[in-house]
């Protein structure tokens, strides 16, 4: 809301000869309220890509086209469009194409999942932030070709400059640390299920289990044998 003063020349004509005077006819009218919407729209954006294991660049078309395979390790940098603002928070989760299921939580509040998945960078244009996380056999089940990572960040500004909302009359400059917005972001990854079968994968894994325990008993044998003897 807003208050508009209008700005009145008013003369005043009086004779003090008699030492009585009035002033007569005196009117006054008030203004009429003029109100307006006016529609804001976030301004920036998140840029997301498949980032090389070092750094932070963005890794070429040929080298993103190559589907991965299951325990892979990715790397997935997140960037705001402009210099103005980082990203203050953000979640990210891995989906199937199509589905709204959250097949696996990458990240909650910037923080990764201990023992699955690392967050590291500062959420500037120039030093992004970087998702490291391993793929997780149900992102290949049933055949799937591609799997969604997609989120959300929330913005602040990170320089005492304008631009945090383009509206239809004007700009306001904003301080650092304000609000800047949220966005949404999706990055489409292509996968492909390795030639060894989930069965054998589990039998894989079960077979190193006893394996290790039948080498952990033989262990305990001899020390036993050993301790009778001595």
Same mark, same amino acid.
């Given at each position: 809301?807003?208050?508009?003063?209008?700005?009145?020349?008013?003369?005043? !004509?009086?004779? @003090?000869?008699?030492?009585? +005077? =009035?002033?007569? %006819?005196?009117?006054?009218?008030?203004?009429?309220? &003029? #109100?307006?919407?006016?529609?804001?729209?976030?301004?920036?954006?998140?840029?997301?890509?498949?980032?090389?294991?070092?750094?932070?660049?963005?890794?070429?078309?040929?080298?993103?086209?190559?589907?991965?395979?299951?325990?892979?390790?990715?790397?997935?940098?997140?960037?705001?469009?402009?210099?103005?603002? !980082?990203?203050? @928070?953000?979640?990210?989760? +891995? =989906?199937?194409? %199509?589905?709204?299921?959250?097949?696996?939580?990458? &990240? #909650?509040?910037?923080?990764?999942?201990?023992?699955?998945?690392?967050?590291?960078?500062?959420?500037?244009?120039?030093?992004?932030?970087?998702?490291?996380?391993?793929?997780?056999?149900?992102?290949?089940?049933?055949?799937?070709?591609?799997?969604?990572?997609?989120?959300?960040?929330?913005?602040?500004?990170?320089?005492?400059?304008?631009?945090?909302?383009?509206?239809?009359?004007?700009?306001?400059?904003?301080?650092?640390?304000?609000?800047?917005?949220?966005?949404?972001?999706?990055?489409?990854?292509?996968?492909?299920?390795?030639?060894?079968?989930?069965?054998?994968?589990?039998?894989?894994?079960?077979?190193?289990?006893?394996?290790?325990?039948?080498?952990?008993?033989?262990?305990?044998?001899?020390?036993?044998?050993?301790?009778?003897?001595?």
């Amino acid at each position: 809301k807003s208050v508009n003063f209008r700005e009145s020349d008013v003369v005043l !004509k009086y004779n @003090l000869s008699m030492n009585s +005077f =009035s002033v007569l %006819g005196n009117t006054i009218e008030k203004l009429n309220i &003029v #109100t307006s919407n006016q529609i804001a729209s976030n301004i920036y954006s998140i840029s997301t890509c498949r980032c090389s294991t070092i750094g932070y660049g963005c890794l070429d078309t040929a080298e993103t086209s190559q589907p991965l395979d299951q325990d892979s390790l990715i790397h997935i940098c997140l960037s705001p469009n402009s210099s103005d603002v !980082k990203i203050a @928070l953000f979640n990210m989760h +891995f =989906s199937k194409v %199509g589905s709204n299921q959250i097949d696996f939580v990458t &990240v #909650t509040n910037s923080s990764g999942v201990t023992g699955f998945s690392v967050v590291r960078g500062n959420g500037v244009l120039n030093a992004p932030l970087k998702v490291t996380s391993r793929l997780f056999t149900e992102l290949f089940a049933n055949g799937a070709k591609t799997f969604d990572a997609r989120g959300d960040a929330f913005l602040k500004f990170h320089s005492s400059a304008r631009k945090l909302l383009s509206y239809v009359s004007d700009r306001n400059l904003q301080q650092d640390g304000a609000d800047a917005g949220s966005a949404l972001y999706k990055l489409s990854i292509p996968i492909t299920k390795s030639a060894t079968s989930e069965v054998d994968y589990k039998k894989g894994k079960f077979t190193s289990l006893i394996v290790g325990g039948f080498f952990t008993l033989v262990v305990l044998i001899c020390f036993v044998t050993y301790k009778k003897v001595y």
